[in-house]
């Protein structure tokens, strides 16, 4: 007859089984959800066509905003009876729609970066670190092509001179290895689509910038028709501008500087297409970094604004420009010279000072005793005695050095003590 614990040893080994049926048979419907979900991250991956990735060339959107670009800019600047561009007016629509765009293909722009840079990793991989700015990677990938030897290479124009230097000796020690004809076709095709894309980006702001003066007065007043147009199409649109805090403003369209390890030039931190302003040109380099936040400050309520239509005119952006320039010139203002400090007039006359037996019995009362004088000297070569000894504590002086070793109070009283003592 089997015991107690062969009969709970048995319930477990028929649990466990149970349970290593349970993990062996998965739901079909999570392991067809699986499948799917690896299959889609490998396509996503794995992608050897420029087409799939980007598609923004080839959309109906992007040809149709192109089309009114290039035949707004054949006709010239045509303005409403008013001088103004208000919201009715189609070539509005035009210039967000152009915003828009400008911001997409920005994105297309990064996105066939990363294309070319995945393929022409395996040709030279340590140009990307050196080349960050997507176009010029584009123009340097077309330039030297297949070619191993960068000698044969002229990059003049392309890059700076220590920049040049710079990549002709790495890719002397590079690792790379020549790509194929497929690879180099597709990548090559792919640097056109990036340069490409990068003229059809410099129209839309050539347009909206033709435009900036009607759309955006106040803001234009300010930072000029040129940067205004940058700043709108890096922010989205005029009210997407109007949203952003100062600061943010400040910030857009900084890139990061690339300084080849020897380079003197210094990379300027938290500035923007801002510093491209006049105003900010013509400060002193101290003061740039100052005057780069004082011009976003004021251009933020200026685009809030324009946004709101508040004033059409651009008066309003005119004086908040002289406000900045007022300030900046306070700013270079020499401090004021220290004014000389009179001397006071010499009294000639003598001080009247008060005499008599009160003044000289207080004088008695407040002096200083023997015994405070004789602590205050000091023996030239001998060493005094302190309160703790080895020099801590309070000093004794003169005190107690006639050679008993105790101190040595003179006897001798003043006349005020005896007065006392007798009374």
């Known amino acids: 007859m089997a015991t107690l614990a062969d009969s709970f ?35 996503a991956l794995n992608y050897d066509d420029l087409d799939t990735v980007a598609k923004l060339q080839k959309s109906q959107r992007y040809r149709d ?47 066939i970066h990363n294309f070319i840079r995945d393929r022409y990793r395996l040709k030279f991989p340590e140009l990307e670190s050196l080349v960050l ?15 191993m030897d960068l000698t044969l290479v002229d990059l003049e124009g392309l890059l700076p001179s220590a920049t ?10 590079t690792t790379g290895k020549p790509l194929s004809d497929e690879n180099l076709q597709k990548t090559l095709e792919a640097c056109d689509r990036a340069l490409a894309l990068d003229d059809a980006k410099k129209k839309v702001l050539e347009f909206v910038e033709s435009r900036m003066g009607f759309i955006a007065p106040n803001l234009s007043a300010i930072v000029g028709t040129a940067v205004a147009a940058k700043l709108m199409g890096v922010a989205g649109g005029l009210l997407a501008l109007s949203k952003m805090p100062a600061c943010n403003v400040q910030t857009l369209g900084a890139k990061k500087k690339t300084l080849a390890g020897f380079s003197t030039a210094s990379a300027s931190v938290h500035t923007g297409f801002v510093l491209q302003t006049e105003i900010v040109q013509s400060t002193p380099p101290a003061l740039r970094t100052r005057a780069c936040r004082l011009v976003a400050g004021k251009a933020t309520l200026a685009a809030r604004v324009d946004a709101t239509r508040g004033d059409p005119t651009g008066k309003s952006g ?57 602590a205050n000297r000091m023996q030239f070569g001998v060493a005094e ?5 080895d020099g801590l504590g309070e000093g004794y002086g003169m005190l107690g050095q006639a050679g008993s070793g105790k101190l040595r109070v003179s006897m001798g009283q003043n006349k005020l003590a005896a007065k006392a003592a007798k009374k």
């Open 318 to 374: 005119r004086n908040l420009k002289e406000e900045i320039q007022k300030k900046i010139e306070k700013w270079q203002e020499p401090p004021p010279p220290k004014q000389p400090k009179p001397l006071p007039v010499p009294d000639s006359d003598p001080k009247k000072k008060r005499g008599g037996r009160r003044l000289r019995k207080m004088k008695e009362r407040y002096a200083l005793t023997d015994m405070r004088k004789l």
């Open 133 to 147: 700015h997507p176009i010029d990677y584009a123009r340097v990938v077309k330039k030297i092509g297949n070619e």
């Open 164 to 173: 040049i230097m710079v990549v002709s000796v790495t890719a002397s020690t």
């Open 9 to 43: 040893l048995a319930d477990l080994e028929d649990l466990s089984d149970n349970e290593a049926t349970l993990l062996d048979e998965p739901d079909e419907g999570d392991k067809d959800s699986d499948e799917d979900e690896e299959m889609a991250d490998i396509e």
């Open 385 to 389: 005695e302190s309160s703790l000894g």
């Open 65 to 111: 905003i192109m089309e009114k670009v290039e035949l707004a800019l054949e006709k010239g600047l045509e303005v409403s009876k008013t001088g103004l561009v208000t919201e009715d007016d189609p070539e509005y629509q035009l210039i967000v729609d152009c915003n828009i765009l400008s911001a997409d293909i920005e994105n297309e722009i990064i996105i």
